[in-house]
């Protein structure tokens, strides 16, 4: 390579390194597209209807909330994958993705590899509620029932391979409880039957069952995670019961294409964070049973890296298998 070509090569290279340094600082000069990988109404889709309207106002760009719901979430995922790693695709996703991951063994993408994790947003605590008539009212009333009626308890959960179905899997492991699974496309019809008396039980997010549980009309059985419940403060968690290691929720998280620029991931990061901790948004999304978590890339991708392998166990001891 002669003298001139190497001057032209090194000030190529270095237009283009300013090029990307302006479009990084400058981010985002254009609309931004936030893909939720599941159906309208649910968590993922309410944080991220309240984080867009938030960003919006403060970047002065349209932030389009896509719902891409199917296959566990993973439709909506793999789009994520598939798009530029310049931060103008977004994903919200939750934790279905790594159960969906060790009940499947492997997905057409890997969680760790094929996204960025920018921040955790918020937690769900789950609940296994029993049908009033059941008088199953804690874990020791439900061990008893299950004695007495070894084949007679259906429990509904959210979906097959869902981190709800997960959690009664690791109550029936610890207590020797047998119940009968039925997997519903979605929590919903699960609290609508559990409710009518159709199944004795439903693991479903805990928000979707609290106004039931405060007028009788269901038994919270047990909390999911290490902590009470706000929403349901006189609610037993599982880990008070005597399952020490059960402490799960349904988590949120803010994830993008792999190898996004680490400015635009920390301006992301900021400015959600500061959402995060308006009160108005921590209100609107404690209705809607969702604790804010103030969280980064770092915490992210170590919940994600210790979820998939405590799921792959279960997996394997529970033998969970999908339809």
Known sequence: MNTRMKHFFVLTLALFSMSISFAQSNYPNKSIKLIV?????????????????????????????????GASGNIGSEVVVRSPSDGYTLLLQNSTM?????????LNYDPEKDLTPIMLLGLTPMSLAAAENTKIKNLKDLIEYSKKNPNGINYGSCGIGTPQHFMVEIVKEQTGVKA????????APAVTDVVGGQIQLAIVSANLVSQYVKIGRLNSVGITTAHRYSLMPDSLTFKEQGIKDMDFAVWYALMGPANMPPEIVAKVQNEVNRIL??????QNLSNAGVEPYRGNGADLAKLIHNDLISYAKLVKSANIKAD
């Open 37 to 69: 990988p599941y159906a309208t109404g649910g968590g993922s889709d309410i944080l991220a209807r309240q984080i867009s309207a938030k960003l919006q106002n403060i970047w002065g760009q349209a932030i389009v909330v896509d719902n891409r719901p």
């Open 98 to 106: 790594v159960t969906s991951a060790a009940l499947a063994g492997k």
């Open 180 to 187: 009968t699974h039925i997997g519903y496309k979605g929590c």
């Open 277 to 282: 901790d308006d009160p108005e948004v921590k």
